[in-house]
Nanobody
C-alpha cells in the first residue's frame, strides 16, 4: 500500500506561481515512478508531468512545457510540481499518483497504482 497526500493548491492570479507537494508513505519511495495529473470539470483526467524513480527522467504535457517543473526528493518521500506563469486553463484538481511497475515516467493513466485525494488549483484571469 502507498498513501499519497497532496498539498499546495489554492487560488492564484494568471501569471502567478504555485508549488504542489505530494508526500508518500507506505513503501520505499525510490522504488516507484510518480506522476501529476489534473482533471477539470467535464473533462478527462490528463497527465501533466511524470518523473522516473531516480528523478533523472521527466516528461511533460505539451501545454505546460517551459512553465511547470517536476522534481522529487527521495530522502523526503516527496514529489513536487512547480507551476509558473499559470493560466486560467490550468484550473483543475491536481492529483499525484504512484506507478510501481515502471522505471521511467509513464504517460499512461492505467499504469498508476495509487492516487492521492487531489488538490484544487484555481487560476483567475
Amino acid at each position: 500500500q502507498v498513501q499519497l497526500v497532496e498539498s499546495g493548491g489554492g487560488l492564484v492570479q494568471a501569471g502567478g506561481s504555485l508549488r504542489l507537494s505530494c508526500a508518500a508513505s507506505g513503501r520505499t519511495f525510490s522504488n516507484y515512478a510518480m506522476g501529476w495529473f489534473r482533471q477539470a470539470p467535464g473533462k478527462e483526467r490528463e497527465l501533466v508531468s511524470a518523473i522516473s524513480r531516480s528523478g533523472g527522467s521527466t516528461t511533460y504535457e505539451t501545454s505546460v512545457k517551459g512553465r511547470f517543473t517536476i522534481s522529487r526528493d527521495n530522502a523526503k518521500n516527496t514529489v513536487y510540481l512547480q507551476m509558473d506563469s499559470l493560466k486560467p486553463e490550468d484550473t483543475a484538481t491536481y492529483y499525484c499518483a504512484a506507478d510501481l511497475s515502471s522505471w521511467n515516467p509513464s504517460q499512461k493513466l492505467n499504469n498508476y497504482d495509487y492516487w492521492g485525494q487531489g488538490t484544487q488549483v484555481t487560476v483567475s484571469s
